[in-house]
């Protein structure tokens, strides 16, 4: 499958994270107790048509909207922790999708390119033992989730020191925590070690296909962290779990009709995947 994708070939050029133009954030000093890694959603494909299926790392349109995405998610992590965002090369959507779908073990060849690369770095030469949060949403939460099945079982030193990852705007399941047994999911607010995780729906997304809701998925409250179906609201937004499709539903605010639009194809009409952090970061 992997030979089928359009500039596929880049992966053979590895990405040297030393360089600091390989970084969006990348601390010049360390002055927070903890870290923080954040990989943006998908920033490439977005503004317009691309001929490859997966991004030069110095694509600037990728660039661009990765920025944009960071101003309004990596930033809630930006006053309490050493905040480290690292450019990465994303696929388009129609082909990461695809590729979830059809050949889901492609997932960690690629990962092992970038990303893997990425974490070698930033152990190496950044971190000094420090506790550290992984973050991310959509494609970047895909690739986390691939982070923490393989890389983080391959290194239990780093994982140790985990506070919490946030696979935000992906599914994790029953399945996936079945397969990897020295995961957890939180279960409260102060759980620690743990997984973050849900997708954010309206009432009307019920029956929809969603491109990030996977069967068996398992949601919790940003509200309340809890995992049952008890409603709760922030004065922003509310919040409740439907626990059969594994989502947070918020009925506080309704996508235009240009928004369900463009939408429907992948994640459907009714899906409030775009607003997964502004609508529960003030909570």
């Not at 030979?3 to 030393?18: C, H, M, P």
């Not at 399945?175 to 997708?199: C, K, M, Q, W």
Request: charged share 25%; aromatic share 12%.
């Amino acid at each position: 499958y992997i030979s089928q994708l359009k500039g596929i070939e880049k992966l053979d050029d590895e990405i040297d994270y030393s360089d600091c133009d390989n970084w969006m954030f990348l601390p010049e000093e360390n002055t927070k107790a903890v870290d923080t890694i954040y990989l943006y959603p998908s920033a490439y494909g977005i503004a317009g048509e691309v001929e490859d299926d997966i991004a030069d790392i110095d694509d600037v349109n990728m660039r661009l909207m990765a920025i944009y995405y960071a101003s309004s998610q990596a930033s809630i992590f930006e006053e309490s922790t050493n905040l480290y965002v690292p450019y990465y090369r994303q696929f388009t959507v129609s082909s990461l999708v695809d590729m979830i779908e059809e050949s889901p073990e492609s997932l960690q060849y690629i990962a092992a390119r970038d990303i893997y690369n990425m974490l070698d770095y930033y152990f190496e030469n950044c971190n000094e033992g420090r506790p550290f949060i992984l973050a991310g949403h959509s494609q970047g939460s895909v690739w986390l989730t691939v982070v923490l099945e393989d890389y983080m079982k391959e290194h239990p030193e780093y994982y140790e020191r985990m506070v919490a990852a946030y696979i935000i705007g992906y599914s994790v399941t029953d399945d996936y925590l079945d397969r990897n047994p020295h995961l957890n999911f939180a279960e409260t607010s102060d759980d620690t070690g743990v997984i973050i995780s849900y997708n954010t729906e309206g009432p009307g997304n019920k029956d929809a296909y969603n491109c990030v809701v996977k069967e068996g998925a398992i949601a919790i409250n940003p509200i309340n962290w809890k995992l049952d179906d008890t409603y709760a609201t922030n004065g922003i937004a509310d919040a409740q779990i439907d626990t059969h499709r594994g989502v947070v539903i918020c009925t506080s605010m309704e996508n235009t009709p240009e928004m369900k639009a463009s939408l429907a194809e992948y994640l459907g009409e009714d899906s409030l995947h775009l607003y997964d952090y502004s609508l529960y970061s003030n909570e």
